[in-house]
């Protein structure tokens, strides 16, 4: 009996692992995201990021991104349909602590392409995506 059990938590563990892992896997291929992380509070990082992606609206959504923005247990998405992840599997997925700005850009092809610490200016960010080789073929086939 204990080992059906054992097997069974086990076998629960792993479609929760599976499901979250199958959430993220929607943006495959289609969508880049831009995932924020920040702590409950309001932290200015986060108020300066929210001003940086609000006056780029345009860029963004050119380059397919989707901004999900994770605060304290609260998970939210521009620009797109939302991770299907809670909170806690999105900062265990990219290593995010608990409290503090963090900020991944995530590709196509589901691999995290940068992070960094610090509120990400439009350069940086169009820079780093304009430069992916699934971009440039998104640009040479729009001309």
């Known amino acids: 009996m204990a080992r059906a059990a054992t097997i069974l938590g086990a076998a629960i563990a792993m479609s929760f692992t599976m499901a979250s892992a199958d959430a993220m896997s929607a943006y495959h291929w289609k969508n880049r995201p831009v995932v924020v992380f920040a702590g409950q509070g309001g932290e200015s990082s986060l108020a300066e990021q929210r001003r940086i992606f609000a006056a780029s609206r345009a860029g963004l959504a050119e380059r397919d991104v989707v901004v999900v923005w994770v605060t304290g247990n609260s998970v939210r998405a521009d620009l797109g349909p939302g991770p299907g992840m809670t909170a806690a599997q999105?900062?265990?997925?990219?290593?995010?602590?608990?409290?503090?700005?963090?900020?991944?850009?995530?590709?196509?092809?589901?691999?995290?392409?940068?992070?960094?610490?610090?509120?990400?200016?439009?350069?940086?960010?169009?820079?780093?995506?304009?430069?992916?080789?699934?971009?440039?073929?998104?640009?040479?086939?729009?001309?």
């Open 90 to 143: 999105l900062r265990a997925r990219f290593g995010a602590p608990d409290n503090g700005f963090r900020i991944v850009l995530v590709g196509k092809d589901g691999g995290a392409k940068l992070t960094q610490s610090s509120p990400l200016g439009t350069a940086a960010l169009f820079g780093t995506i304009d430069a992916m080789p699934m971009r440039r073929d998104e640009i040479r086939r729009s001309r």
